[in-house]
């Protein structure tokens, strides 16, 4: 079992669709990222969420740290191609851990 | 400018042989790292240097040997390569250690034969 699990592992959707993935973990964080891996690419930041109940949003991207800290979904609304990826949250704890990622599949 | 640039983004080698992978990166950050992400795309951490001094040495075989010659390069040595070493390295860097963001480099696919 990894430290951050996250949900679905994989997702194949119709564009225009929404969606959620979800983070999850035993432990409290006292931050969590997310990220999006695109196929070749190193990991690139989307977000930063530190305070327990925040909610940011970046365009059609919705972020949220769970109250008691150990997890955060992001939600995509109206999902488009160019939302495909690897999306991965992150938190330290000690040292950096990474989670189990989940693999976002956008069809046209 | 490339932030965190790492070379080769290829390298393909026979088991047992001896092979390194440089890193460099130009945005001034303190914290380096090495991650190993494997066929399920997992990523975890190998190693972490602040200011060119180890503090985060994962239980990884020591066939891997970090050095970091200043604060702006972290290269990973790995002798006598074997089958279970084919992954994607990637380094990373950011401005200190423990919540700050990470900038990651583009991999390095390493392929043993």
């Known amino acids: 079992t990894q430290l951050l699990e996250q949900s679905p592992q994989f997702l194949s959707i119709q564009e225009g669709e929404n969606l959620t993935v979800y983070c999850n973990s035993s432990?409290?964080?006292?931050?969590l990222q997310w990220y999006r891996q695109e196929p070749g690419e190193g990991p690139v930041l989307l977000v930063t969420?530190?305070?327990?109940?925040e909610v940011k949003k970046l365009k059609r991207l919705t972020f949220q740290f769970g109250d008691a800290r150990k997890d955060s979904s992001l939600h995509i609304t109206a999902a488009q191609p160019g939302d495909t990826g690897l999306y991965l949250c992150?938190?330290?704890?000690?040292?950096?851990?990474f989670g189990t990622g989940t693999s976002l599949t956008v069809i046209p | 400018d490339t932030a965190v640039s790492q070379t080769p983004k290829y390298l393909v080698t026979q088991m047992g042989n001896d092979k390194s992978i440089k890193c460099e990166q130009n945005?001034?950050?303190?914290?380096m790292y090495w991650y190993k992400q494997d066929s399920k795309k997992f990523l975890k951490i190998m190693f972490s240097?602040?200011?060119?001094?180890?503090?985060i040495n994962e239980t990884v075989p020591n066939r891997f040997s970090p050095k970091s010659p200043d604060k702006a390069h972290l290269n990973l040595h790995i002798n006598s390569l074997e089958l279970g070493d084919s992954a994607v390295y990637f380094c990373?860097?950011?401005?200190?250690?423990?919540?700050?963001?990470?900038?990651f480099g583009d991999g390095t696919r390493l392929s043993i034969l």
């Open positions: 990373a860097s950011s401005p200190a250690v423990s919540n700050q963001p990470q900038h």
């Open positions: 945005l001034g950050h303190d914290t």
């Open positions: 992150a938190g330290p704890l000690g040292q950096f851990y």
């Open positions: 432990s409290v964080f006292s931050s």
């Open positions: 969420v530190v305070t327990g109940g």
């Open positions: 240097y602040n200011n060119k001094e180890l503090i």
